[in-house]
């Protein structure tokens, strides 16, 4: 793993912030999902009311692999955590440790940021990642089904 870099994403990468995210659409098979592009990502990613965090893996000072993530917070720890909302490495660099190594950054920001938690979500079909978040000790939830409200729904409600 001595070739493997993590660091914070600046709004330089948001290109390869969005390519990322098109390439994990493609694997997820949801790529018409898409809407986003990259001045979108300049203005919610790095812009002033941003949320959101993007950690980049670099090999060999080539980008491979992002997490990006946000802080929530749990009422029953009474602590932040973390919500990783997207893990992504580039499929011919799969194996190298850049997962892992993502990961494990996230873990150490959480703990330095004294947060309960880190949580995502894996598509049930997706074995290799089930595999991988297994290895790592991370233990799949069953008893809690997610929810989403969007698009003309969401509007809808907030208009009733």
Known sequence: MSKLLIRKAKIEDSEI???FIKELAIYEKAEHE???????????VFGDKSVTSVLLCEYDNKSIGMALY????????????????DLYVTPQFRGVGAGKALLK????????NDCGRVEWQV??????SIDF?????????????PYRLTGNALEEFARS
């Open 17 to 19: 912030i969005f390519n």
């Open 34 to 44: 898409v809407k986003t592009d990259v001045d979108t990502i300049k203005k919610t």
């Open 70 to 85: 946000f802080f929530n917070y749990s009422t029953w720890l009474g602590k932040n955590g973390i919500y990783l909302e």
């Open 105 to 112: 950054k996230l873990a150490q920001i959480a703990v330095e």
């Open 123 to 128: 598509l049930d079909w997706n074995k290799p």
């Open 133 to 145: 978040y297994d290895s790592i000790g991370a233990k799949g939830q069953t008893e809690w089904i």
